[in-house]
């Protein structure tokens, strides 16, 4: 479903703002003051758009792989749905590029990646993919998707510009969650079945090492500031922390602790603050979120979030939490000062992926 709704975007809520204030200042200005204040009126106008701000928007994004549409929900109109964007089948993953100016969608049963334009909320182009998309990764200057093939055991390296796979780098079996490293020379997949990381060197097209962690490891995450990659096992309940300059995994964290809330955690999605200091875990049956510093590797809090937690997201300025929960079709809000939930935002049926908008 695609709905057209009329809205007050940044720009055009602080346009609101300054004519409200010239209204009641006019009367007392002197022609000089008049003039600049209606020059600022009419900066303000030109950066009013017809839909919406490109970029840096502060909006909400949640993909729905059963409606096949992505929620746009704006913090500023009280997590209000804006917009509902239609995509093609089965959106799983969103990313956004450098810029903010596009999000790439993967679209799992279209073996496609949709590009969703941010400034008229539209679908505006598409990038084919082999089968089943679901989760990928962007190459430094962007001129390439890298996206798990899972029934050929392959990283698909896609061109963007010319729609293309260039090649087919092997890994192991069933790769899934993948993130591209600093250098721009390496590329780290899961493999879910044989619960590994695979090292891939781009250079080489190859897997150089194999990773041994937890059982079915389902996302990664590299804090800024720091060599290590986090590696969230969703069915033994654990955290592998992998040191990337020596490949090795330096550290694992249990999530089945007496303290911890109850039911079985099994943790999905990992987001960090800005600085990298400390990671939150979405961990799904036990309805939970867990607040790890990033340094000592040691649990300092829990959160109660909706049904199965499974997508993890910071606002802009780090002072909010967004949990995305699969079972009750909702985003649970978080203050960070002092962890408790604030709301809850009900987001549309079986929702997949969080994003963002800072």
């Given at each position: 479903?695609?709905?057209?709704?009329?809205?007050?975007?940044?720009?055009?809520?602080f346009l609101?703002?300054?004519s409200?204030?010239?209204y009641?200042?006019?009367?007392?200005?002197?022609p000089?003051?008049g003039m600049?204040?209606?020059?600022?009126?009419?900066?303000?106008?030109?950066?009013?758009?017809?839909?919406?701000?490109?970029?840096?928007?502060?909006?909400i994004f949640?993909?729905?792989?059963?409606?096949?549409?992505i929620?746009?929900?704006?913090?500023?109109?009280?997590?209000?749905?804006?917009?509902?964007?239609r995509?093609?089948?089965?959106?799983?993953?969103?990313?956004?590029?450098?810029?903010?100016?596009?999000?790439?969608?993967?679209?799992?049963?279209?073996?496609?990646i949709?590009?969703?334009?941010?400034?008229?909320?539209?679908?505006?182009?598409?990038?084919p993919?082999?089968?089943h998309?679901?989760?990928?990764?962007l190459?430094?200057?962007?001129?390439?998707i890298?996206?798990?093939?899972?029934?050929r055991?392959?990283?698909?390296?896609?061109?963007?510009?010319?729609k293309?796979?260039?090649?087919?780098?092997?890994?192991?079996?069933?790769?899934e969650?993948i993130?591209a490293?600093?250098?721009?020379?390496?590329?780290?997949?899961?493999?879910?079945?044989?619960?590994?990381?695979?090292?891939?060197?781009?250079?080489?097209?190859?897997?150089?090492?194999?990773?041994?962690?937890?059982?079915?490891?389902?996302?990664?995450l590299?804090?800024?500031?720091?060599?290590?990659?986090?590696?969230?096992?969703?069915l033994?309940?654990?955290?592998?922390?992998?040191?990337?300059?020596?490949?090795l995994?330096s550290?694992?964290?249990?999530?089945?602790?007496?303290?911890?809330p109850?039911?079985?955690?099994?943790?999905?999605g990992?987001?960090?603050?800005?600085?990298?200091?400390?990671?939150?875990?979405?961990?799904?049956?036990a309805?939970?979120v867990a607040?790890?510093?990033?340094r000592?590797?040691?649990?300092?809090?829990?959160?109660?979030?909706?049904?199965?937690?499974w997508?993890?997201?910071?606002?802009?300025?780090?002072?909010?939490?967004?949990?995305?929960?699969?079972?009750s079709?909702?985003?649970t809000i978080?203050?960070?000062l002092?962890?408790?939930?604030?709301?809850?935002v009900?987001?549309?049926?079986?929702?997949?992926?969080?994003?963002?908008d800072?």
């Amino acid at each position: 479903m695609v709905t057209d709704v009329t809205y007050l975007g940044p720009a055009a809520m602080f346009l609101s703002r300054v004519s409200r204030i010239y209204y009641t200042l006019s009367r007392s200005l002197s022609p000089v003051h008049g003039m600049a204040w209606t020059l600022l009126v009419l900066a303000a106008t030109l950066l009013l758009p017809g839909k919406a701000c490109a970029g840096h928007t502060g909006y909400i994004f949640v993909s729905h792989e059963q409606s096949n549409d992505i929620a746009v929900i704006d913090p500023q109109q009280d997590y209000r749905i804006i917009k509902w964007i239609r995509t093609s089948h089965r959106p799983r993953e969103l990313r956004f590029r450098k810029d903010h100016q596009q999000i790439l969608v993967a679209c799992e049963e279209d073996d496609v990646i949709d590009v969703v334009d941010v400034a008229t909320l539209q679908v505006a182009d598409h990038i084919p993919t082999g089968p089943h998309p679901v989760m990928f990764a962007l190459s430094q200057d962007e001129d390439f998707i890298y996206v798990p093939d899972k029934a050929r055991s392959t990283i698909d390296k896609i061109s963007v510009t010319d729609k293309l796979i260039e090649r087919e780098i092997p890994t192991g079996a069933d790769p899934e969650a993948i993130i591209a490293g600093s250098d721009g020379k390496t590329l780290y997949v899961t493999s879910a079945v044989n619960h590994m990381v695979h090292v891939v060197d781009l250079e080489a097209a190859a897997v150089t090492d194999n990773i041994q962690v937890g059982t079915h490891p389902a996302r990664l995450l590299a804090p800024p500031g720091s060599h290590g990659l986090w590696v969230s096992n969703q069915l033994s309940g654990e955290l592998s922390i992998v040191d990337r300059s020596t490949k090795l995994v330096s550290g694992t964290l249990d999530l089945h602790l007496p303290h911890a809330p109850p039911g079985r955690p099994t943790p999905v999605g990992m987001t960090t603050t800005h600085d990298g200091a400390t990671v939150v875990v979405a961990l799904g049956q036990a309805n939970a979120v867990a607040f790890i510093d990033a340094r000592t590797l040691e649990i300092e809090d829990y959160s109660r979030a909706g049904l199965f937690p499974w997508a993890v997201a910071f606002s802009a300025d780090d002072r909010l939490l967004y949990v995305l929960n699969r079972s009750s079709d909702d985003l649970t809000i978080v203050d960070m000062l002092d962890h408790g939930a604030v709301r809850s935002v009900a987001v549309g049926p079986k929702p997949y992926a969080l994003l963002v908008d800072e």
